[in-house]
């Protein structure tokens, strides 16, 4: 149980364009979805936050206007890069949280989606 | 604000040696505290977790401690396999609703395990 999948597990566009990560929590509800970002031989650092029905809350130094998160059901959030460029290029990563008492639930991480701008 | 520290990598060991990855942490409360490893070409995957001071975590023969007097949790095997080869990850998450219950990540240690 507890799986989370995403898609795609691989992207290549060009500078200037827009692509759109999926991230699914395949068999629980997921009240929360978390999106990372890791560069090579780096930590996850933290994107932003998502609950579903409201709006994600975005980590200082974060472009809210360039990384849309849309997190419109309690299975599916979305991030999507706007206009990306060379530099967005990266490891995009994505967990979910259920519902739950405070101390025993987990985050279940997707396998993540490598970005590549060309 | 919150911060994990990790040795760093990469470590090399050959096969049945002894292994230990310290983490020390900086956290307001009480946080619960993690050890998530991610294999080659896949996602993250929860290794072992504590959530109170002395509470020990274990996996897979893995074990860490919360050692709240000397903030750290460090991660240890006795006999370490080829297979162990991964990307170890320290992790803190502090416990209040107002703070989403995130995890703030260490850097990451490679352990590469030869035959």
């Known amino acids: 149980g507890a799986v989370v999948s995403q898609h795609p597990s691989w992207v290549i566009c060009k500078s200037g364009t827009s692509v759109k990560i999926e991230c699914r929590s395949l068999d629980f509800q997921a009240t929360t979805m978390f999106w990372y970002r890791q560069f090579p031989k780096q930590s996850l650092m933290l994107m932003a936050t998502?609950?579903?029905?409201?709006?994600?809350?975005?980590e200082q130094g974060v472009e809210k206007d360039k990384f849309l998160i849309n997190h419109a059901s309690l299975t599916l959030s979305t991030l999507t890069v706007t206009s990306a460029h060379p530099e967005d290029s990266s490891f995009y990563i994505c967990?979910?949280?259920?519902?739950?008492?405070?101390?025993?639930?987990?985050?279940?991480f997707g396998p993540g989606t490598r970005l590549t701008v060309t | 604000g919150n911060s994990v520290t990790q040795m760093e990598g990469p470590v090399t060991l050959s096969e049945e040696a002894f292994l230990t990855i310290n983490c020390t942490y900086t956290a307001t409360g009480y946080p619960s505290l993690f050890w998530y490893v991610q294999y080659p070409g896949e996602g993250l995957q929860l290794l072992l977790k504590a959530t109170k001071a002395d509470d020990k975590g274990s996996n897979k023969g893995f074990e860490a401690t919360y050692r709240k007097e000397t903030t750290s949790f460090h991660l240890e095997k006795g006999s370490v396999q080829v297979s162990d080869s991964a990307v170890y990850f320290c992790?803190?998450?502090?416990?209040?609703?107002?703070?989403?219950?995130?995890?703030?990540f260490g850097k990451g240690t490679l352990l590469t395990v030869n035959p």
């Open positions: 967990s979910a949280k259920g519902p739950g008492v405070a101390v025993s639930y987990e985050q279940y």
């Open positions: 998502s609950n579903e029905g409201s709006k994600a809350t975005y």
């Open positions: 992790a803190l998450r502090e416990n209040s609703g107002g703070s989403n219950y995130k995890l703030t």
